[in-house]
């Protein structure tokens, strides 16, 4: 991707109210996850601190032909160390929203994955942190059948979505 590409993205979050540390964060993210581009893919992109360090974490939910099937589309936690923004997980068959929840597990919160399609029934699967990753599939993850009052919407399920 091109340097214009992720300054296009930083400006269309900037013109939809985010901040501009927001920004500058979004282009470096993006930027880092290159190699997950198609000719049709979009993100959404969000940022919650995962694991109490008090710098946030940042969620990218990703969409199109390449990122998505019946079960729902991928979506990749990076976390910013001395190395720059890598990857602490890539769910496969992720939907929104996509909740921070009070558990932890690893040190990191357990996020709340909203899951259905593909003949699943649809509802929010707790996906955990274990040997420096989050677990790749949320559909096998344990069911929440009712969100904690500590739960964190990270995501809403009408984020905006961008070209990537």
Known sequence: MTVRFVLAAASALLGAGASAQSDQRAAQVIAAVGEERGPDSRFAIA???????????????????????????????????????????????????????????????????????GGMMSGVRAVSFSKGRYASNPTVGRPVDRLPLEATLVMPATSEFYPL
């Open 47 to 117: 940022f919650s601190d995962l694991n109490d360090d008090h710098r946030q974490e940042a969620i990218v939910h990703l969409a199109g032909r390449e990122h998505c099937g019946s079960g729902g589309c991928t979506t990749l936690v990076m976390t910013y160390t001395t190395e720059g923004w890598v990857r602490v997980g890539r769910l496969t068959v992720s939907r929104l929203p996509i909740y921070r929840l009070p558990g932890h597990h690893g040190g990191w919160y357990d996020l709340g994955v909203s899951v259905g399609g």
